[in-house]
C-alpha cells in the first residue's frame, strides 16, 4: 500500500519525466533553426535535460533500492515475529471494517 508521500513522490517522478519528454522533443524539432542565440540555449538546455535524466535515473535507482530493503526488513520481521504480524494484520483488517462499514448504512 503506497503512503500519500509515496504517491505525491510517483506524481512528481512522472511529472518530470514528462517535462524532460517535451523539451527533448522541443529540441528536436528546433534542431537548425535560429541564430546564434538560439543555438546557445539549446545547448544550455541539453545540459540540463542530460542533468536531469541523470538525477532522475539516480533518484529511481535509490527509490527501489530503498523499498527493497524495507520489504526485505518486513519479511524478516514477518518471519521473526509471526504472531504479533498476525495480530497487526487482524486489528488493521477489524479497523478497516469498523471504517468502511459505517459507509454502507
Do not use: C, N
Amino acid at each position: 500500500m503506497m503512503s500519500d508521500m509515496d504517491e505525491a513522490r510517483e506524481q512528481m517522478m512522472e511529472d518530470f519525466r514528462r517535462v524532460v519528454r517535451d523539451a527533448e522533443a522541443l529540441l528536436r524539432a528546433t534542431a537548425g533553426h535560429g541564430d546564434e542565440v538560439v543555438e546557445a540555449a539549446r545547448a544550455r538546455a541539453e545540459d540540463s535535460l542530460r542533468e536531469a535524466r541523470y538525477r532522475l535515473a539516480q533518484f529511481e535507482g535509490d527509490l527501489i533500492d530503498r523499498t527493497r530493503a524495507a520489504a526485505r526488513a518486513t519479511d524478516d520481521l514477518v518471519h521473526e515475529k509471526p504472531w504479533q504480524a498476525v495480530s497487526i494484520a487482524a486489528g488493521v483488517g477489524f479497523l478497516l471494517g469498523l471504517l468502511t462499514g459505517g459507509r454502507h448504512r
